[in-house]
């Protein structure tokens, strides 16, 4: 393999965190500050952070994906060139997986669909980007434990079957997501409940499993206060919806608990994003009660639900 890991970017993280994380905390403007000071002495692991903090969009600037993306090359030890991809070997695993995911995802999927151009990826051709993809996230599994890099071997072998031949141990899409979700990986779990949707709402054999399973996959990212799946877990609870990716709707009444639907509209609200709103918006649909003598918490989930996803507040005030 090209890719590797020596484990000597330990030695970058335990600067990181002595001089950042236990004086500043993990993200406070202070750190923000003092991770890219640290990240410009050429400390892997302060890249790895500051380039996350370009990804996610913590740092407000133009071009973020194009500006985060060389430094987890730099992060991990990598470099583009004409001839391919060389590997320092020094390199911070989890960087590995990042650029993984940009060879994926670039300009095809997820938030780097509008992505805009890096010449490296540019360069390169969609197999090329896949057998790229397949060595760091192989490479990230050789350092550490990490169910996204589990999720995106799922993705690169769903995508190019052919490059099943390329791991020490042959394994299935199917299986890769099934384990990324049972390592508490979100996205995988919603990806798999989704399927299972599908199945409950065409009518397939078995649908008491299928429905097991989706209420399986989604608890486990709802636990983890995915809004979209807590959302759609309060639903299930309250209505017994189950939704199909095209549309379509079955309801299972027999499944319906108010106190879980309660619970998991709550928890769609602890971590909010857009998805967040259909859950303020689920809690005063069906628990008005809570708000009939308490305009104050009314108000203040009202204009959640504004911040959140005007789209949402616009069928909100028709309540």
């Known amino acids: 393999m090209r890719i590797t890991c020596n484990n000597t970017y330990r030695v970058d993280e335990q600067i990181l965190n002595e001089t950042v994380f236990d004086k500043y905390g993990y993200s406070s403007p202070s750190a923000e500050r003092e991770i890219i000071c640290l990240a410009l002495t050429g400390n892997k692991a302060a890249q790895k952070s500051y380039a996350d903090l370009l990804f996610y969009r913590k740092i407000n600037v133009r071009d973020n994906y194009k500006k985060a993306f060389p430094l987890y090359c730099q992060s991990a030890g990598i470099t583009f060139s004409d001839g391919g991809v060389s590997c320092t070997g020094d390199g911070t695993p989890l960087a590995f997986y990042f650029i ?107 649908i008491d499993q299928h429905v097991n399973n989706y209420v399986h996959y989604l608890t486990i990212s709802a636990d983890r206060y995915e809004p979209y799946a807590a959302n759609r877990l309060g639903l299930f609870y309250m209505t017994g919806e189950i939704r199909s990716s095209s549309g379509d709707t079955v309801h299972l009444h027999e499944y319906i608990n108010v106190s879980f639907a309660k619970k998991y509209f709550t928890k769609a609200t602890v971590y909010p994003d857009a998805n967040s709103a259909w859950a303020y918006f689920n809690l005063i649909k069906y628990f008005h009660k809570d708000y009939d003598t308490n305009i104050e918490l009314l108000n203040e989930h009202m204009d959640c639900i504004r911040d959140l996803n005007p789209a949402v507040y616009d069928i909100a005030i028709e309540l």
């Open 100 to 206: 993984g995911y940009y060879l994926v995802n670039y300009k095809s999927g997820s938030i780097l669909k509008k992505c805009e151009t890096i010449d490296e990826i540019e360069a390169m051709t969609r197999q090329e980007r896949l057998e790229t993809a397949l060595e760091l996230a192989l490479a990230t599994l050789s350092a550490i434990t990490s169910p996204p890099a589990v999720n995106l071997i799922g993705r690169i072998i769903n995508e190019c079957p052919a490059l099943i031949s390329r791991l020490d141990e042959p394994t299935t899409a199917e299986e890769c997501f099934e384990d990324a979700a049972e390592g508490g990986y979100v996205y995988a779990c919603n990806n798999l409940a989704a399927k299972e949707a599908d199945l409950v709402v065409k009518g397939s054999e078995d």
